[in-house]
């Protein structure tokens, strides 16, 4: 899949997501999103790729539950939500650094686990408005950076045998992108050698 993150010149749209028939997924979204609403809005990206390929009324909220399923299951988030009062917003910044989602997301979260009922769900929501966390929530996340990117790129290098051109290709880059995006620390003119056995 490719995901591709630029200014989208809008607060309106986070990310549009498309599987070409016969093509590689492709996914665009607002890089300017908070890393907490970037994970989720991919994530609910996702959704739509693998469960939507005909137009369905419900679809915006299950590719919602989707997501809330993939960053957070309900067998490994329902302890954390088992509580949670109105006026838990230090524990809920404390979960939100933990999970990597946004306070409105967990508080979606533990009503949709039915940790919290509708009445709190609304108390949340209040205090959410009342304290300006509704569009703009403090505790920003660090951006997140692939672990593995360097170890995959090596592989299919040295094993492989594939060479910065045909990685580029694949990830519909230029070697020139690729390589500042994916190898920034390695000179341009830089060569890879495989030995074979």
Known sequence: MLIVARPLGTASQDAVSTWPTGGK???LVNSG???DRLRFTVAHELGHLVMHHAPADNQEEEANTFASEFLAP???I?????GLAAGDMGRLMQLKTKWGM???ALIRRAYDLDQIDEARYRDFHIRLSRLGW?????GNLP??????MHSVISALRTQEH???EALAFAALMTPKEFGRVFLPDERPDAKVVVHSA
């Open 143 to 148: 951006p997140e950076s692939p672990r593995l």
């Open 162 to 164: 594939l060479d910065i």
């Open 102 to 104: 946004s306070i409105a």
């Open 33 to 35: 999103l908070p890393t």
């Open 25 to 27: 997924p492709m996914m």
């Open 134 to 138: 509704r569009q703009m929530e403090p």
């Open 74 to 76: 309900a067998e490994e």
């Open 78 to 82: 329902q302890p954390d939500l088992v």
